[in-house]
């Protein structure tokens, strides 16, 4: 899980384009979007959390940075 390619992801894409992308990865076919990461299980972590980051800033009309600072703590605090 890489912080910067979650940013850059959830501030260039939608929710809906994210979205398809998920789904594309996890049909084993190409995304439309670009996504950095080493594999496609990497990938597919960081449109998810992207999408997680995009889900709060929606829903609770969280600032972006606040976003992506409640998404890591969460998985800081599921690995501990």
Request: charged share 30%; hydrophobic share 35%; no cysteine.
């Amino acid at each position: 899980m890489q912080i910067p390619v979650i940013k850059k992801l959830s501030e260039t894409y939608t929710l809906e384009q994210l979205h398809a992308a998920e789904n594309a990865l996890l049909n084993e076919a190409k995304p439309e979007i670009e996504i950095e990461g080493k594999d496609e299980g990497e990938q597919l972590t960081h449109v998810l959390a992207a999408i997680d980051v995009l889900s709060d800033m929606t829903k609770n009309g969280t600032d972006a940075r606040t976003a992506l600072r409640n998404y890591t703590q969460r998985v800081r605090n599921s690995i501990s």
